[in-house]
């Protein structure tokens, strides 16, 4: 069974750091462009990263630039995301998604979700 599988989401203070992992079962990532997205009550998913199936194209949305890493260990079959300078503006759901290559930031190029974990910036 096909399953995305997010983790280290948790309170943070602004200016801090936390990486998020995205770990799939039942498929292979060699297959698949991993993506970030992330979401807050009452507006619409936005894309943060992505991160192609052999890593050779990795893009960012512009708010995040300069402090955000995505990475990918296929042999883990894990995706990471290095979020860094946290802000509260980052206060959101953040969602692993898997999708055909290419799928850039397009959710809906994106098959499989996981479950979201909440990350909260706040003093």
């Known amino acids: 069974q096909l399953q995305l599988v997010e983790s280290g989401g948790g309170l943070v203070q602004p200016g801090g750091s936390l990486r998020l992992s995205c770990t799939v079962s039942?498929?292979?990532?060699?297959?698949?462009?991993i993506g970030w997205f992330r979401q807050v009550p009452g507006k619409e998913r936005e894309g943060v990263s992505c991160?192609?199936?052999?890593?050779?194209?990795?893009y960012y949305t512009d708010s995040v630039k300069g402090r955000f890493t995505i990475s990918r260990d296929n042999a883990k079959n894990t995706v990471y995301l290095q979020m860094s300078s946290l802000k509260p503006d980052d206060t959101a759901v953040y969602y692993c998604?898997?999708?055909?290559?290419?799928?850039?930031?397009?959710?809906?190029?994106?098959?499989?979700w996981g479950q979201g974990t909440q990350v909260t910036v706040s003093s």
């Open positions: 991160i192609s199936r052999t890593g050779s194209r990795i």
């Open positions: 998604g898997a999708g055909p290559p290419p799928s850039g930031l397009d959710d809906e190029l994106y098959e499989y």
């Open positions: 039942g498929f292979s990532l060699d297959y698949y462009d």
